[in-house]
């Protein structure tokens, strides 16, 4: 991306309201489902926000009802100063969403798919191209302006995505699992686009799997679990609020994963998480001497420790520990939307 990409100035700015998003109570229900159960949250302008959920959790839904696409059943909320429930139509014009998936035409090209709803917004023949242009240069996309959508690639297919949001630059941009099944350069280019764009002035509301994204993106993150939320904070903060205690341990053969799972929990008496890769596992120990203790039980049962550490958890460990928590103090009620 050009270092310092030209977007139009947010629409329906209201300059007195200091947030973005303010929300309180937030609910909605499917069948038996709670869905939403009473969310509350504040997003100041020009913030990085990320919602951090397992799947189910209700991270979709809330963003769908802050964008107009459903309708809450309780509670309250306001975006760019608008109320949510009595000035939808005030609350559209100053928002963009991109979904989980594309809503592109792939019969059109990249250029011809921005011009389309550039015209849609209001803009004249040449100023619709002049616009389409300006998008696909600010997103690395000018080589393949006329390529069929259909010959892009996923980490390309979702810049372009993303691109037809911002044909009006909106002051609050959804991003829902903006990298989802894209490959680790595709993902670290998505990544700094959000940067610039937040840079710009642009409010991001991003719903996220990926801990590594939460952790490297966002100024503030929500956990959520079973359409509750269960933490908020800084990345800082909510790996200081779960503890320094954590015994970060990696075993040499990662055939025996399940063995020193068992150990360590037995040894501990918390559960372990793995990391998604490699054969790391972490747990919380508690004590230098808790933690001593099970890395002598792993070598007694032959279990080689390639590397270990004592200190604070990772994102992965605050996440998988804080919705433990919340699993143990309020059963599933069913799959969440």
Partial sequence: MNDQPQFREP???????????????????????????????????????AILGPNGAGKTTLMRMLATLAAPDAGTASVMGHDLLREPHAVRAAIAMTGQFASLDEDLTGRENLMLLARLWGFRGREARARADALLAAFELSDAAGKQVKDYSGGMRRRLDIAASLVVTPGVLFLDEPTTGLDPTARQGVWRMI????????????????????????DRIAVIDHGRKIAEGTSRELKAATGSGFLHVALADAGRMAEATAILEQ??????????????????????????????????ADIEVTDFSLGQPSLDAVFFALTDRATESEPAKGKRP
Avoid: C
């Fill in 11 to 49: 629409l329906a700015r209201a300059e007195a309201a200091p947030l973005a998003i303010s929300a309180r109570g937030l609910a909605k229900q499917f069948g038996d489902v709670r869905a939403v159960d009473g969310i509350d949250l504040d997003v100041p302008r020009g913030m990085i926000f």
């Fill in 195 to 218: 940067r610039q764009l937040a840079g710009s002035g642009v409010t991001i509301l991003l719903t996220t799997q990926y801990l590594e994204e939460a952790d490297q993106l966002a």
């Fill in 267 to 300: 040894r501990l008496g918390h559960q372990v998480q793995p990391s998604a890769e490699g054969a790391e596992l972490s747990v919380i120990a508690g004590t230098a001497q808790a933690a001593n203790e099970a890395i002598a039980a792993l070598l007694a």
